[in-house]
């Protein structure tokens, strides 16, 4: 078993609805990462979460470390949103200098107009 | 401007060959990473190094080899060892402290082995 799962694995969604990308991992994390790789390859960073909740923009990020699950939203999409969602941890076991993260498989969101 | 550049996007070379992919960073950054992506895998790491002059292997190190001799540079080398070597790899930086871990990624290069 994967140590970080994502569902769905594709997703398309309408301009405009709300979107909601899930990841479970099945480690005891120290952190969750919420990555965005566009069709081009390069990936940015858009969250980093350790409890809680996190907004930016369109994009909010939860986590509950408890059911061990995180969320991502996206409130009024648009097909500039079209990417790939990458969820990734830290577990407790990569703790110090040490910042070794651990990968889902991404899920592909594709917003039409 | 701050970044990771690497170069370049797209390599072509023939089996058998090493050749060396380039990843530079002007961010000040101690650590840096090595991925590997493949169709429907998550990244998964090669090398990292945490401070210069030092690095680790990931979990498929074999096959690949890094040096980390100045603090902004950290080629990676695919060697004929590598037995499927055809990817995209990304290269990726970060401050190296726990607390402020986020990962800063380079736009990548297509490794294409014919």
């Known amino acids: 078993k994967n140590e970080v799962e994502q569902s769905p694995q594709n997703l398309t969604a309408q301009e405009g609805e709300f979107i909601t990308i899930n990841c479970s991992y099945s480690v005891g994390i120290s952190a969750l990462h919420w990555l965005q790789q566009h069709p081009g390859g390069g990936i940015v960073s858009l969250f980093m979460?350790?409890?809680g909740k996190k907004k930016h923009g369109r994009l909010i990020a939860t986590i509950n470390i408890q059911e061990k699950h995180s969320s991502l939203h996206i409130t009024a999409s648009h097909p500039r949103d079209s990417a790939v969602y990458i969820c990734a941890v830290r577990s407790h076991a990569n703790t110090g200098a040490n910042s070794k993260l651990t990968f889902g498989k991404g899920i592909t969101l594709s917003v039409r107009p | 401007d701050g970044g990771i550049t690497q170069s370049p996007k797209y390599l072509f070379r023939k089996e058998g060959q090493n050749v060396t992919l380039s990843c530079e960073q002007n961010l000040n950054h101690d650590a840096m990473y090595w991925y590997r992506q493949d169709p429907g895998q998550g990244l998964r790491l090669i090398y990292y190094s945490q401070i210069v002059n030092d690095f680790q292997k990931g979990d498929i190190a074999e096959g690949y080899s890094v040096s980390r001799e100045k603090k902004e540079s950290f080629p990676l080398t695919v060697t004929s060892a590598q037995k499927n070597p055809t990817a995209f790899y990304l290269c990726?930086?970060?401050?190296?402290?726990?607390?402020?871990?986020?990962?800063?990624f380079g736009p990548g290069t297509r490794l294409t082995v014919l």
């Open positions: 979460l350790s409890s």
């Open positions: 990726a930086s970060s401050e190296g402290r726990p607390a402020v871990d986020t990962q800063y």
